[in-house]
C-alpha cells in the first residue's frame, strides 16, 4: 500500500469509532462537494460574460472581448487533464486526503485570486495574463479534487436504486447555478455601474472560498474512514497512473468521454451561451435573465431528481438515448425560442433545464462500469475530464462566434453535433459489448 500522510492517518483513527459508511452520509459529502465546484464553476462563467471583457479587454469590441474572454475561460478545461495526472502521482504517493487538501487549497486560492486582479486600465496585458494563470491554477486543482465518492456511491448503492444514487452527484451543478447567479443577480441589480465594476463582482470570488473550506472538511470526513480505507486497500478505488490506464482502458475512457456529449453541450447553451447572446445582442439587461437562469436551474434540479426514477424503471441506457434524441429535438426550435422575447427566452430555459436534468443527470460516468476495478478510479477522473474538455470546454466559444457570424440557427446546429455524438457512442459501446475479446 502507498505510504500515507500522518495526517490522514490520525484522520482515520479519530473515526474509527464509525463502523458502516451509509449511502445518505456519502451522498450529502458529493452533494456538498459537487456544489461548491459548480459554484466556482459559475462564479467565473457569469463574470466571463458581464465582467471580464470590459475590466480585462476593454480594447476590443464588446463581441470581441467576450471572446476573448471565453478563450480564457477554455483554459481550465485543457489543464483540468493535466491536474489528474499531477494529483493522481500524489495520491499515490502521500494518499486521497493529503491530495485533496492541496486540490482544494489551491482551487480556493486560485478563485479568490481572481478578485484581486487589477483591470487593464490598471497594469495593461499583465491583467490578461494573471487571469489567465489562475483560470489554469483552477483547472489544475479541479483535476485533483475527484475524490472517488461518487464511485463509493455507486458501490454503496441499492441494486435497484443505481440510477436514484447515479444523479445524486450531479444535483450540484442546479445548485451551484443557483447560488451563483442569484448572487450575481443580486449585486448587478442592486449596485451602480461604477460600484459592480469597481467591487461588486468580486464579493461572490469570496464567497466561493469559504465554500471550499466547507466543501474539504465535509469531504475529508468520508474520504478519512476506515471503510473507505478499506475500499481503497481493496483495489476498488486504487488510484493508477494515467499513462497505465489508458493503455488499459483506453477504449472506455474514449467512449465514456464522448458517451455525455448531448448533455455537456446542452449544459452550456442554457447556461453561459444564452448569457452572453442576451448580454451583447439584445437591450436586455444581465440581472433579469439571471433570475430565468435561476428559475431554470430550479427546473433542473427536479429533472435530475426524476431521471433517477426514470433510470431505475427503464434503464440507464434508454434514458440517456432517448435524451440525446429529445436535445437534437430541440436543437431544431431551440434558436427561435432564445430570439423569441422574454417568452421565448424562459420557455427556452425551462425546457432546455428540463432535457439537461433527465440527460446529465444519468450522464455522470457512463461507462464506469465498464472499466476493470483496478482502473475505474483513475479511469473515472479522466473520462470526467475529457467529456468536460470536449463537450463544454470550447463550447461558449464556438456557439457564440458561430452565432454572431453565422445567425442564431447555427448554435442548434452546434447542438445537434453534441447530440449526434453521444447516439453514436452509445452505438459503438453496444456494438463493442458484443464482440468477442
Not at 482551487?107 to 486600465?121: E, M
Not at 427536479?302 to 434503464?315: C, M, P, T, Y
Request: with cysteine; net charge positive; aromatic share 14%.
Amino acid at each position: 500500500m502507498s505510504p500515507t500522510s500522518k495526517i490522514e492517518a490520525d484522520a482515520r483513527r479519530i473515526n474509527a469509532r464509525h463502523h458502516e459508511v451509509k449511502p445518505g452520509e456519502i451522498a450529502v459529502g458529493v452533494i456538498i462537494g459537487r456544489t461548491s465546484e459548480f459554484f466556482d464553476f459559475f462564479v467565473y462563467a457569469i463574470a466571463s460574460v458581464i465582467v471580464f471583457p470590459k475590466l480585462v479587454f476593454p480594447y476590443a469590441d464588446p463581441l470581441t472581448g467576450t471572446l476573448y474572454s471565453f478563450a480564457i475561460f477554455a483554459l481550465a478545461f485543457i489543464a483540468r487533464p493535466i491536474g489528474t495526472a499531477i494529483f493522481t502521482a500524489l495520491d499515490r504517493a502521500y494518499g486521497r486526503s493529503a491530495k485533496l487538501t492541496i486540490a482544494l487549497f489551491l482551487l480556493g486560492t486560485s478563485t479568490v485570486s481572481i478578485a484581486f486582479v487589477p483591470g487593464y486600465d490598471q497594469i495593461g496585458p499583465a491583467s490578461a495574463w494573471l487571469l489567465a494563470m489562475f483560470r489554469i491554477g483552477q483547472g489544475l486543482a479541479l483535476g485533483g479534487t475527484w475524490d472517488g465518492l461518487a464511485s463509493l456511491l455507486a458501490l454503496n448503492a441499492p441494486e435497484k436504486r443505481r440510477g436514484w444514487y447515479a444523479m445524486i452527484p450531479q444535483l450540484g451543478a442546479p445548485l451551484g447555478l443557483i447560488v451563483a447567479s442569484a448572487l450575481f443577480a443580486y449585486f448587478v441589480g442592486n449596485l451602480s455601474a461604477e460600484d459592480f465594476f469597481s467591487w461588486g463582482w468580486r464579493y461572490p470570488f469570496f464567497v466561493a472560498f469559504a465554500i471550499n473550506v466547507v466543501a474539504l472538511f465535509a469531504r475529508l470526513r468520508i474520504v478519512v474512514t476506515p471503510e473507505y480505507t478499506k475500499l481503497f486497500e481493496g483495489q476498488e478505488l486504487e488510484p493508477t497512473s494515467v499513462r497505465e490506464t489508458l493503455r488499459a482502458e483506453g477504449r472506455t475512457v474514449v467512449l465514456g468521454a464522448f458517451a455525455p456529449l448531448a448533455s455537456f453541450a446542452l449544459f452550456h447553451m442554457v447556461t453561459v451561451f444564452p448569457l452572453s447572446w442576451i448580454f451583447l445582442f439584445t437591450r436586455e439587461g444581465p440581472a433579469r435573465f439571471l433570475v430565468i437562469e435561476t428559475i431554470g436551474a430550479f427546473f433542473g434540479l427536479a429533472a435530475i431528481a426524476i431521471s433517477g426514477v426514470v433510470a431505475d424503471r427503464v434503464g440507464r441506457w434508454p434514458l440517456l438515448g432517448g435524451s440525446a434524441v429529445a436535445i437534437a429535438v430541440f436543437s431544431g426550435f431551440a434558436p427561435q425560442l432564445l430570439d423569441g422575447g422574454f417568452v421565448g427566452e424562459s420557455v427556452f430555459m425551462v425546457l432546455g433545464f428540463v432535457l439537461l436534468g433527465l440527460s446529465f443527470g444519468q450522464s455522470s460516468g457512463a461507462l464506469a462500469s465498464n472499466f476493470s476495478k483496478n482502473y475505474r478510479y483513475t479511469g473515472a477522473a479522466l473520462t470526467s475530464d475529457l467529456a468536460w474538455l470536449f463537450g463544454a470546454g470550447f463550447a461558449p466559444i464556438v456557439a457564440l462566434f458561430l452565432s454572431a457570424h453565422f445567425g442564431l440557427i447555427s448554435s442548434g446546429a452546434y447542438l445537434l453535433s453534441g447530440a449526434l455524438c453521444t447516439l453514436l457512442a452509445l452505438r459503438l459501446n453496444q456494438r463493442l459489448d458484443r464482440t468477442p475479446a
